[in-house]
Each structure stands twice: as structure tokens, then as C-alpha cells.
């Protein structure tokens, strides 16, 4: 007989879904709604998402229950999250709230209900290999999230179902119009984790005041005023204000490195980026999904949600980190994400970018 299983609802038609898979299968469902920030204002809509939650618990027949984890979030996830800021990083929450939230509180909170499962929304595949509980990518390469996935805990993913691996999200949207969930068609969440779609730079100043110093190009020319260094991540484009500068060719720019030590930000234009490209990185300590490895080995990574992946050695170091080099030179490598580490398909584990090797007087942080 199927085993018993809670699904995290979060009022969404990916949760949904996987809640109405897993009931038509033969298991026992119940579903439990998570809420993590409670800040109540105008981009907030957890009241709204709990509410659409309860419709699609009723409409299965399958009972709901509610926690909040709001003062955990905080010390587990925000809190380092504020931290990796002031040191000038750009960090990921989503894959620290999936480790110590998600996959950590509310799945112990599952088991505590009495189900020896717990489900979710993701688009991921987990299989059981020879090795223990493996992690896969999706079947639809544009939706999979492994990448916000890697640092489950691995006893943790042999708990865990993930119902829509194997589907695309128009399959999803049909299954659930058909099934009359009225979620079918409701619009995407996108944003961070906690602070959903509300105006970036304006939330991260009422934690992080700015400090204004100078954007300059790498020889040292002053271009403009930056509004503080938190505020800019490697690679970005927008919200810089350069406009035509004298002397320059008519191209974008782009933010190639942070020098915290002259509260400088560098950047350069488009037929310059390569400047600061990097052929290697070094990545903090390396959780492992599979076997651990302590010898060279190739495999594809991913140091952004959705980029393609790419080819590189893994020199795994003594210290439980590892240099990564590059068949191609990658752009934007930031330190505070994450390098993810692929083998026909399986995610491997992976770790934080510390730092990008780059041939230049300007290295950024």
C-alpha cells in the first residue's frame, strides 16, 4: 500500500498538482502550508496564497495544515543572507531556506504529523542508486530547479517525492485545469524566496544602508556614483545610470568587479567583458549528493539558476573544497552563489564561489 505523504502547499498549481498526483496514485494526502515571512504590506501575499491553498485542499479532499517558520527563516536564512551582503557577496537564499527550512524543519514537521514522506512542487527527478538516494535534473531543462536543490541534506532526499520531474509546465497547467483546481492558470511566483516581487534595492536598504563611493573602469576613470556595493552583483546591466561617456564606444556596461577597499565599482563595456572572464574558481566546502570524491574528475556545472551547463575539471581539495577549471571562460562568476556539479544528469552536490581566477590588476571579491 502507498505510503502516507504531506505535500507542501504553498497556494500554488505546481503544489497542487504534485498533491493530486500523489492522491490519484493511491497515497494517503495531507497538505501543509509553510509560511515563512510575515511582514504584512503590499507585496505580501501569503494571505492570499494560504487561502488559495485551503481551495485546492477541499477540491481533493485532502486536509490542510498551517505552520510558520518565520522566526527560524530569520536566524537560519535572512540573517546570512544580510551577512553575506556587508561582506560585499551575493548570496542565494533559496537554496539555504530549501537545506534548513523546506527540507530540514518542515520535513522533520511532516514527519512529526505522521508521514514518513513529504512532497513538493519541484521540478527535480530523485532516484535510489547504488550509492543512496540520487538527485536528477527535471525532464523539461527549462524548468528544472536541482540547481536550488543541491544542498538537501542526502538523508533528507530519501524522505522526499518530488511528482512533477517528469513533466513540463503546460502538462502541469492541463492536469490541473482538468482536475478543476481553479490554481490552473495562476501566474508564476518569481523574486526571492521571502520578499516575492517587490522592488529589490528598495528592501535590501532597510537592512543595509548604502554607502556611495565611485564606479570607475578598470584604468581608474571615474564614471559615476554607485549607491553602495551591496546593491550591484557581477555581471549586471541594469539600474547602472551610465549613459554616453566621453571618449567610450556606444556600448552597455556592465559591472565587472567590486573593490571593497576603495568602495570602487568597476565596469566595463561589452567588447571588454572578457577582460574579466575566468578559465577556474575555487568553491567553499563541497556538499556531496552522491559518493564523495577526492580525486580529479570531469563534470558539467551550472553557477546560475538556467544557465547552460558547462564542461570543467574538478580538483577536489584537502581543506573539503575544490578548484574548478573551465573549458570555456565564464562570465560573471559571482562569489556568494553556487557552483553545481552535473554527471549525465545527476547533480553531484556543489558548493559556494569563493573567488574567480582572472588575469587582471582588478580582481573582484
Not at 131 to 144: I, T
Not at 152 to 172: H, M, Q
Amino acid at each position: 500500500m502507498p505510503a502516507s505523504v504531506i505535500v507542501g502547499l504553498s497556494g500554488g498549481v505546481d503544489s497542487a498538482v504534485a498533491a493530486l498526483l500523489l492522491r490519484d496514485a493511491g497515497h494517503e494526502v495531507q497538505g501543509l502550508y509553510m509560511s515563512n515571512w510575515e511582514e504584512q504590506d503590499a507585496y505580501c501575499t501569503n494571505a492570499q496564497d494560504y487561502q488559495d491553498a485551503r481551495v485546492v485542499a477541499h477540491e481533493l479532499g485532502i486536509v490542510l495544515h498551517r505552520v510558520s517558520f518565520a522566526e527560524q527563516y530569520r536566524a537560519r536564512v535572512f540573517d546570512s543572507f544580510l551577512q553575506d551582503y556587508r561582506a560585499g557577496r551575493t548570496p542565494n537564499p533559496d537554496v539555504l531556506c530549501n537545506r534548513e527550512i523546506k527540507f530540514g524543519l518542515c520535513l522533520r514537521y511532516a514527519a512529526r504529523l505522521g508521514a514518513p514522506l513529504f512532497a513538493t512542487g519541484h521540478y527535480a527527478r530523485r532516484a535510489d542508486s547504488a550509492d543512496g538516494p540520487a538527485l536528477f535534473q527535471a525532464r523539461d531543462p527549462g524548468k528544472d530547479q536541482s540547481y536550488f536543490l543541491h544542498a538537501i541534506e542526502r538523508a533528507s532526499l530519501a524522505k522526499v517525492r518530488f511528482p512533477l520531474g517528469e513533466l513540463c509546465k503546460d502538462e502541469v497547467r492541463e492536469r490541473a485545469r482538468r482536475a478543476g483546481l481553479p490554481v490552473h492558470d495562476k501566474p508564476d511566483s518569481t523574486g526571492i524566496c521571502f520578499i516575492g516581487e517587490r522592488p529589490f534595492a528598495q528592501f535590501l536598504e532597510r537592512y543595509l544602508p548604502g554607502t556611495p563611493g565611485s564606479i570607475e573602469t578598470p584604468e581608474g576613470r571615474v564614471l559615476a556614483r554607485h549607491r553602495g556595493l551591496h546593491f550591484y552583483t557581477l555581471g549586471q546591466r541594469a539600474g547602472l545610470q551610465l549613459g554616453g561617456a566621453r571618449g567610450c564606444a556606444a556600448e552597455p556596461w556592465y559591472v565587472a568587479a567590486k573593490d571593497p577597499a576603495r568602495n570602487a565599482l568597476i565596469v566595463v563595456q561589452r567588447h571588454a567583458r572578457h577582460q574579466f572572464e575566468a578559465r577556474s574558481l575555487t568553491v567553499g566546502p563541497l556538499h556531496w549528493l552522491c559518493t564523495v570524491r577526492a580525486t580529479p574528475f570531469r563534470a558539467e556545472v551550472r553557477l546560475r539558476h538556467r544557465q547552460p551547463l558547462q564542461a570543467a575539471r574538478v580538483r577536489p581539495g584537502i581543506d573539503g573544497g575544490a578548484r574548478l577549471e573551465f573549458d570555456e571562460p565564464q562570465q560573471a562568476a559571482t562569489p556568494g552563489q553556487y557552483a553545481v556539479l552535473y554527471e549525465q544528469g545527476r547533480c553531484l552536490g556543489g558548493g559556494v564561489i569563493l573567488e574567480p581566477h582572472i588575469e587582471d590588476a582588478v580582481r573582484p571579491i
